[in-house]
């Protein structure tokens, strides 16, 4: 008998391992086809939540946030490449128009994050996957309207709905609500996949480590 999931997705925009876990996610669901069915629900966590609109170079931001040297960031970034590049996602070594990769607020794209969810859990899988190859594939901004709408338009939703949003505050206070939830109950760090709102399986994780701990939650269930 097949077994149904709910699943909370705990990340962010701007986070390499959240593709990598979501991915990875997707592919360990395709195997469990016929034992385990999931719904997923996107919640925001912003890595970097003072961070301007304007963004900061991403050398720079690792070196001051973690005191990472070139070295080391080079030999991770190569590492993530080719984690992504596994599950099936190409990550740019550059930014838009071949410049410097930088590092973004991503508020905005939460909000339009819980909109999305509002018209299934389809689109809001589709905006999700289109936010992520915005910034990661193509090096766009996520703090950008226009890089927003063409996301939201690729995910089959209504920019001009999306743009009315932007144009406000709506969602923000549900966002911060949600976000404040999720740091009480103890995430730290993203990505963090909530099964059933009891068990809690972390970080960028490959299929083969979701599938199991899916199965056997599924078994226990």
């Not at 596994?86 to 607020?105: E, L």
């Not at 794209?109 to 915005?134: C, I």
Request: aromatic share 8%.
């Amino acid at each position: 008998m097949t077994k149904r999931l709910s699943l909370d997705f705990v990340s962010d925009v701007s986070c390499p391992w959240c593709v990598i876990g979501l991915k990875s996610l997707q592919a360990a669901l395709a195997r469990l086809e016929g034992e385990v069915e999931a719904d997923i629900h996107f919640q925001p966590f912003e890595l970097n939540p003072q961070m301007g609109p304007e963004g900061e170079d991403v050398d720079e931001h690792i070196a001051r946030k973690y005191g990472a040297g070139a070295e080391q960031m080079a030999q991770t970034r190569e590492m993530i490449r080719t984690r992504a590049a596994a599950v099936g996602f190409t990550m740019s070594a550059t930014g838009a128009q071949g410049g410097k990769r930088r590092i973004y607020n991503t508020f905005d794209a939460h909000r339009l994050l819980h909109w999305a969810e509002a018209h299934g859990s389809e689109r809001q899988l589709a905006l999700k996957l289109a936010l992520f190859e915005a910034y990661f594939t193509r090096g766009e901004a996520p703090s950008d309207t226009d890089v927003l709408l063409a996301a939201v338009a690729q995910a089959g939703l209504d920019a001009a709905e999306a743009r009315a949003i932007l144009a406000g505050d709506r969602y923000a206070a549900e966002v911060r609500e949600a976000e404040q939830l999720w740091l009480s109950r103890g995430i730290q760090s993203v990505p963090a996949v909530i099964v059933n709102g009891r068990y809690l399986i972390s970080g960028g994780q490959p299929p083969e480590a979701y599938e199991t701990a899916l199965r056997k939650i599924a078994e226990a269930a």
